[in-house]
């Protein structure tokens, strides 16, 4: 199979596209073949060796992706081939062709939403919900500010706070930034390049101020 290898910390031109053998899942886990995979800022600073924690060398990069399950591991009953799925997490990294997981680092993907979109789930939505609901412990009828709603994380903020009944207030430094925000759910929504945009946010909460901030 065709997989991204980094053999050494570095720019993107560590990134190399090998012929690697395709894994076999063991007991608990199974094998998805990838549709889309998710990048996300994390990857850059493992790739480039400044974050806390590195993998060993060589790796294939990736967490999130998805596809459908290729074959499954002894003792896996809650998934079975051609299964459409979902990846928050893996073994062998989700920049490849096939990847290998746990059972526990795969999730079911509904008929209605693409590969494309599974494939952005794992890590920002994680992360979403952990800031909202486990940090700030985030409640129904609070007033939430993300500060930064046009990115991946920023996105999913919007959606699980708004879902969960809280007034939300995002803001996104274009105007195509804070049309999307709107659209995913977002109260009001302000230009954080402008100066005043916190003077703005005050007025909007009549001088009371938010609940929890989300800082992107």
Known sequence: MKAIRVHEFGGPEVLRLEEVPAPRPGAGQVLVRMHAIGVNPVETYIRSGTYARLPELPYTPGNDGA?????????????????????????????AEFVLCKTEQVHRLPANVSFAQGAAMGTPYATAYRGLFQRADARPGETVLVHGASGGVGTAAVQLAR???LRVFGTAGSDEGRKLAREQGAHEVFDHRAPDHFEHVMKATGGRGVDVIVEL
Request: aromatic share 10%; charged share 20%; net charge negative.
């Open 163 to 165: 879902a969960r009944g």
């Open 67 to 95: 596809g459908v399950i290729e074959q499954v591991g002894s003792d896996v009953n809650e998934f079975k081939a051609a299964d459409r799925v979902y990846t928050a997490g893996s073994i062998s990294g989700t920049y």
